[in-house]
């Protein structure tokens, strides 16, 4: 049984930092896509940051380029380093597992699995 369980969110003023964590387990595909997506109030459910497992390609939304890295250790955990955060980083952020390569990576419908979210206040 495939599980994703994120932690790391919080709260923190404009500029600040914090880290992402999502558990992976119940799986051994060896080439898989790792996702974080996030979802403001008000607004559709988009995607952040990509990783592409074992070999460590990595793809961003413009927001945040330059200021969010995702990462992932051999134990399948997958994170998300995020610096100079901005009021508009606020949402709920989720990790979201591709097990089947899929070909569009930046849609919801090629992620087969889902964690609960984590909430990130980011205050001005």
């Known amino acids: 049984q495939v599980q994703l369980v994120e932690s790391g969110g919080g709260s923190v003023q404009a500029g600040g930092s914090l880290r992402l964590s999502c558990a992976a387990s119940g799986f051994t595909a060896r080439r898989y896509r790792m996702a974080w997506f996030r979802q403001s109030p008000g607004k559709e459910r988009e995607v952040v940051a990509v990783i592409v497992a074992g070999v460590g390609t990595t793809v961003y939304a413009d927001s945040v380029k330059g200021r969010f890295t995702i990462s992932q250790d051999n134990a399948k955990n997958t994170y998300l380093q995020m610096n100079s955060l901005k009021f508009e980083d606020t949402g709920m952020y989720y990790c979201?597992?591709?097990?089947?390569?899929?070909?569009?990576?930046?849609?919801?419908?090629?992620?087969?699995?889902w964690g609960q979210g984590t909430q990130v206040t980011v205050s001005s």
């Open positions: 979201a597992a591709d097990l089947a390569y899929r070909d569009y990576w930046f849609a919801q419908a090629s992620y087969d699995y």
